[in-house]
């Protein structure tokens, strides 16, 4: 009997490190795609062309037509673009970027001079 306490007792420590141990997940939360990216264009420049690359490099967003200084623009995202895009950037100047952002942690994307 006293084998038997104390086996169990042994499985219900151990059950319970486990559950300790594994990632909690946030309740609610589905895995995460962004959807749409707001784009302002804070240049005085306007903004020619804009287009959005998930981390494979598959295209998965890019702006309808140009955005005019101090404006804004709305970029549709692909079903299944991830959080983590590239962006480039062409402007009426000729200037050119690139870079990455978080569209599930922040949404808006300010470009700047």
């Known amino acids: 009997m006293f084998k038997s ?3 169990a007792t042994c499985v ?4 319970a490190g486990f ?6 997940k946030a309740a609610g939360k589905k895995g ?3 959807t749409e990216l707001v784009v302002i264009n804070e240049r005085k420049i306007e903004l020619s062309g804009l287009v959005v690359a998930d981390q494979s490099g598959n295209q998965v967003g ?10 804004r623009a709305t970029v ?3 079903k ?3 959080c983590v895009l590239n962006v480039a950037t062409q402007f009426a100047d000729e200037g050119e ?10 949404k808006t994307l300010r470009l700047k001079d």
């Not at 559950?19 to 909690?24: F, S, T, Y």
């Not at 890019?62 to 101090?70: C, I, L, M, R, Y």
């Not at 970027?97 to 922040?106: F, L, M, N």
Request: glycine fraction near 10%; hydrophobic fraction near 40%.
């Open 5 to 7: 306490v104390l086996a």
């Open 12 to 15: 219900l420590a151990l059950s």
């Open 19 to 24: 559950a300790e141990a594994a990632p909690k």
């Open 32 to 34: 995460k795609n962004a």
């Open 62 to 71: 890019k702006t309808a037509s140009p955005v005019a200084p101090g404006k």
């Open 76 to 78: 549709k995202l692909s």
């Open 80 to 82: 299944g673009a991830g």
């Open 97 to 106: 970027s690139e870079g990455t952002t978080d569209a599930c942690k922040d």
